[in-house]
């Protein structure tokens, strides 16, 4: 999967976890994923339009009623699917909060060896300096990532590695994530 579609797809909150229960075998309708999911009615309805639209779910044709669809996973959805459900059965469920952030996963997946702040800036384009910047920082604070300064640089310069929880979706999501030159 490209770097783009997976920074597409965790934009929206709800996307991963619908996705990995989706392939855990969770009926594709509104009540058993909300309950699955524990998201609220607009925001699951918002993450499951966004799924539609990236072309990941679709309605599941002769299912379901009209104003309570049945939606299944295409091909392309099958394969980011199992992507998600590795990235949830490696956190645990404390670390849920931190993964539904838009940048996390898409930051842990350059991550998988030490890298300095241009350089994972460089392979997420989208993503402003700001945005890294804190979503380093909160990583840092629930110890997923450890920063090292360089001081024999100048100016000194630091280095990122995604470490124990982060290390191991860090892992996952960098053997599944394809990077543009």
Known sequence: MDISLFVNITSKAWALPILAHMHAGI??????????????????????QHLINI?????????????????????LGGAAAELASQIAGVA?????DLLRR???????ATLHSSRHFIEIKR??????????SQSLKTMEARQWVCRQVDEFTRPPRSRYLAVSTGGAISEVAASAVTFGA
Do not use: C, Y
């Open 27 to 48: 009926p594709g309708r509104q009540a058993p994923l909300l309950g699955a999911t524990g998201a609220g009615r607009t925001a699951f309805a918002q993450s499951m």
């Open 55 to 75: 072309g990941l779910v679709e309605r599941n044709p002769g299912h379901g009623h009209p104003l309570r669809p049945e939606f299944r996973l295409t091909q």
């Open 123 to 132: 392979d997420l384009s989208p993503i402003t300096d700001r945005a890294l």
């Open 92 to 96: 645990k469920e404390a670390d849920q």
């Open 102 to 108: 838009s940048w996390t996963l898409p930051v842990l």
